[in-house]
Protein backbone atom coordinates (compact mmCIF):
# COMPACT_ATOMS: atom_id res chain seq x y z
CA UNK A 1 0.00 0.00 0.00
CA UNK A 2 1.38 3.65 -0.30
CA UNK A 3 2.80 5.50 1.92
CA UNK A 4 1.97 9.34 2.26
CA UNK A 5 4.08 11.41 4.14
CA UNK A 6 3.59 15.54 3.58
CA UNK A 7 5.59 16.21 6.11
CA UNK A 8 8.10 18.74 5.96
CA UNK A 9 5.39 20.29 3.40
CA UNK A 10 6.78 20.71 0.24
CA UNK A 11 6.47 23.55 -1.72
CA UNK A 12 6.38 23.49 -5.68
CA UNK A 13 7.29 25.65 -8.42
CA UNK A 14 6.13 26.42 -11.79
CA UNK A 15 7.29 29.13 -14.57
CA UNK A 16 5.00 31.53 -12.95
CA UNK A 17 3.58 30.19 -9.44
CA UNK A 18 4.89 29.11 -6.31
CA UNK A 19 2.19 26.58 -5.03
CA UNK A 20 2.87 27.14 -1.02
CA UNK A 21 0.90 25.92 2.47
CA UNK A 22 -1.96 27.60 3.03
CA UNK A 23 -2.02 29.40 6.45
CA UNK A 24 -4.02 31.74 8.77
CA UNK A 25 -3.15 34.81 6.47
CA UNK A 26 -4.96 33.66 3.91
CA UNK A 27 -8.02 34.21 5.50
CA UNK A 28 -9.10 36.96 3.29
CA UNK A 29 -8.68 35.36 -0.02
CA UNK A 30 -10.04 31.90 1.02
CA UNK A 31 -13.22 33.55 2.43
CA UNK A 32 -13.51 35.28 -1.31
CA UNK A 33 -12.99 32.20 -2.94
CA UNK A 34 -15.71 29.93 -0.91
CA UNK A 35 -17.74 32.50 -0.21
CA UNK A 36 -18.54 33.75 -3.44
CA UNK A 37 -21.26 32.33 -5.37
CA UNK A 38 -19.70 32.33 -9.01
CA UNK A 39 -16.33 30.49 -8.03
CA UNK A 40 -18.64 27.68 -6.08
CA UNK A 41 -21.02 27.04 -8.19
CA UNK A 42 -20.08 23.92 -9.91
CA UNK A 43 -19.00 23.08 -6.03
CA UNK A 44 -22.18 21.68 -3.95
CA UNK A 45 -20.58 22.62 -0.38
CA UNK A 46 -22.17 25.59 1.40
CA UNK A 47 -20.96 28.88 1.14
CA UNK A 48 -18.89 30.05 3.64
CA UNK A 49 -20.29 32.77 5.28
CA UNK A 50 -17.79 34.60 8.20
CA UNK A 51 -14.49 34.75 8.56
CA UNK A 52 -14.49 31.88 11.34
CA UNK A 53 -15.88 29.57 8.50
CA UNK A 54 -12.47 30.39 6.86
CA UNK A 55 -10.58 30.29 9.11
CA UNK A 56 -12.59 26.36 9.85
CA UNK A 57 -11.69 25.48 6.22
CA UNK A 58 -8.21 26.57 6.84
CA UNK A 59 -7.90 24.08 9.84
CA UNK A 60 -9.41 21.66 7.78
CA UNK A 61 -6.90 21.25 5.06
CA UNK A 62 -3.92 21.49 7.66
CA UNK A 63 -5.70 18.73 9.72
CA UNK A 64 -5.84 16.52 6.27
CA UNK A 65 -2.02 17.49 5.83
CA UNK A 66 -1.24 16.70 9.11
CA UNK A 67 -2.52 13.22 8.74
CA UNK A 68 -1.18 12.42 5.33
CA UNK A 69 -4.86 12.17 4.24
CA UNK A 70 -4.86 15.21 1.27
CA UNK A 71 -2.75 18.00 0.31
CA UNK A 72 -3.46 21.78 -0.61
CA UNK A 73 -1.17 24.24 -1.88
CA UNK A 74 -2.04 28.02 -2.25
CA UNK A 75 -1.34 28.58 -5.85
CA UNK A 76 0.03 32.18 -5.87
CA UNK A 77 2.41 34.66 -8.44
CA UNK A 78 6.19 34.28 -7.89
CA UNK A 79 6.27 38.24 -7.25
CA UNK A 80 3.13 38.10 -5.18
CA UNK A 81 2.16 36.03 -1.91
CA UNK A 82 -1.39 36.39 -1.96
CA UNK A 83 -3.26 33.26 -2.72
CA UNK A 84 -5.23 33.59 -5.49
CA UNK A 85 -6.27 30.29 -5.82
CA UNK A 86 -6.29 26.73 -4.31
CA UNK A 87 -5.20 23.02 -5.78
CA UNK A 88 -5.00 19.65 -3.78
CA UNK A 89 -5.12 16.17 -3.68
CA UNK A 90 -8.17 14.98 -2.24
CA UNK A 91 -9.68 12.06 -1.09
CA UNK A 92 -6.31 9.98 -1.32
CA UNK A 93 -7.04 6.20 -1.80
CA UNK A 94 -3.83 4.86 -0.69
CA UNK A 95 -4.88 1.01 -1.36
CA UNK A 96 -5.75 1.95 -5.00
CA UNK A 97 -2.59 4.39 -5.41
CA UNK A 98 -5.14 7.02 -6.45
CA UNK A 99 -6.33 10.53 -5.86
CA UNK A 100 -8.74 13.15 -6.55
CA UNK A 101 -7.21 16.57 -7.85
CA UNK A 102 -9.78 19.87 -7.56
CA UNK A 103 -8.78 23.45 -7.90
CA UNK A 104 -10.46 27.03 -7.59
CA UNK A 105 -9.24 30.46 -8.96
CA UNK A 106 -9.96 33.58 -8.32
CA UNK A 107 -12.59 35.01 -10.88
CA UNK A 108 -9.96 37.74 -11.89
CA UNK A 109 -7.04 34.96 -12.71
CA UNK A 110 -8.92 33.32 -15.11
CA UNK A 111 -8.30 32.64 -18.53
CA UNK A 112 -4.57 33.26 -17.66
CA UNK A 113 -3.49 29.35 -17.93
CA UNK A 114 -2.84 29.30 -14.08
CA UNK A 115 -4.66 26.64 -12.98
CA UNK A 116 -3.73 24.48 -15.99
CA UNK A 117 -0.03 25.13 -14.79
CA UNK A 118 -0.49 24.60 -11.29
CA UNK A 119 -2.63 21.07 -12.27
CA UNK A 120 0.98 19.93 -14.47
CA UNK A 121 3.01 20.16 -11.22
CA UNK A 122 0.40 18.84 -9.48
CA UNK A 123 -0.07 16.05 -11.36
CA UNK A 124 3.64 15.56 -11.37
CA UNK A 125 3.77 15.47 -7.64
CA UNK A 126 1.36 13.45 -7.48
CA UNK A 127 2.68 10.54 -9.77
CA UNK A 128 6.93 11.73 -9.24
CA UNK A 129 6.57 12.12 -5.07
CA UNK A 130 3.47 10.49 -4.07
CA UNK A 131 3.74 7.32 -6.44
CA UNK A 132 -0.24 7.30 -7.50
CA UNK A 133 -1.04 5.24 -10.20
CA UNK A 134 -3.87 7.44 -10.97
CA UNK A 135 -5.55 10.61 -11.00
CA UNK A 136 -9.35 11.44 -10.80
CA UNK A 137 -11.41 14.59 -11.25
CA UNK A 138 -14.93 14.99 -11.21
CA UNK A 139 -16.68 18.16 -11.95
CA UNK A 140 -20.12 19.53 -12.93
CA UNK A 141 -20.81 18.61 -16.06
CA UNK A 142 -21.59 22.44 -16.84
CA UNK A 143 -18.21 23.60 -16.34
CA UNK A 144 -16.81 23.40 -19.93
CA UNK A 145 -13.73 25.07 -18.47
CA UNK A 146 -12.79 22.61 -16.12
CA UNK A 147 -13.00 20.36 -18.60
CA UNK A 148 -10.83 21.92 -20.97
CA UNK A 149 -8.20 22.57 -18.56
CA UNK A 150 -8.69 18.20 -17.79
CA UNK A 151 -8.17 17.30 -21.41
CA UNK A 152 -4.94 19.56 -22.13
CA UNK A 153 -3.62 18.02 -19.25
CA UNK A 154 -4.27 14.60 -20.63
CA UNK A 155 -7.22 13.78 -18.11
CA UNK A 156 -9.86 11.30 -20.45
CA UNK A 157 -13.51 11.47 -19.87
CA UNK A 158 -14.51 8.05 -17.71
CA UNK A 159 -17.81 8.24 -17.10
CA UNK A 160 -21.03 10.25 -16.37
CA UNK A 161 -22.48 9.41 -13.18
CA UNK A 162 -26.36 10.65 -12.31
CA UNK A 163 -28.00 12.25 -9.84
CA UNK A 164 -24.86 11.21 -7.35
CA UNK A 165 -24.53 14.17 -5.14
CA UNK A 166 -27.01 15.42 -2.94
CA UNK A 167 -26.88 19.56 -2.08
CA UNK A 168 -29.14 21.59 -1.28
CA UNK A 169 -32.27 19.79 -1.99
CA UNK A 170 -31.53 18.58 -5.02
CA UNK A 171 -29.41 16.05 -7.04
CA UNK A 172 -26.55 17.14 -9.03
CA UNK A 173 -24.53 14.65 -12.02
CA UNK A 174 -20.87 14.59 -12.13
CA UNK A 175 -18.15 13.62 -14.42
CA UNK A 176 -15.33 11.59 -14.13
CA UNK A 177 -12.03 12.32 -15.19
CA UNK A 178 -8.66 10.40 -14.99
CA UNK A 179 -5.31 10.26 -15.92
CA UNK A 180 -2.80 7.50 -15.47
CA UNK A 181 0.71 7.87 -14.56
CA UNK A 182 3.17 6.78 -17.81
CA UNK A 183 5.81 8.19 -15.91
Known sequence: MLAINFSPFPDLETERLLLR????????????LRSNPETMKYIPRPLVKTNEDALEHIAMIDTKIEANEGINWAITLKDNPKLIGVIGHYRIKPEHYRAEIGYMLLPEYHGKGIISEAVKEAVNYGFQIMKLHSIEAMIDPDNDASAKILEKNGFVREGHLKENEFFDGRFFDTLIYSLLNKY
Open 21 to 32: RVNTNDIKEIFE
